[in-house]
């Protein structure tokens, strides 16, 4: 569930529900892409169960 603010646009709303719709189009078209999703970012997964187990903690000023 997203509840907006009160002080989000009419336009940013209506442009977050077409951007929702389409990513729910492109996953009922193509399930790979969406499952396969983030294509863009250094990195793809992060994997928590293991980060739980070997946290890479770093104190640096």
Do not use: H, Y
């Amino acid at each position: 569930m997203i509840e907006p603010t009160e002080t989000e646009k009419i336009e940013d709303l209506d442009e977050f529900c077409d951007v929702m719709i389409a990513i729910a189009e492109e996953a009922k078209n193509n399930p790979q892409l969406v499952l396969d999703a983030p294509l863009t970012t250094p990195v793809r997964r992060l994997d928590d169960a293991l980060a739980v187990r070997k946290p890479n903690l770093k104190w640096t000023e």
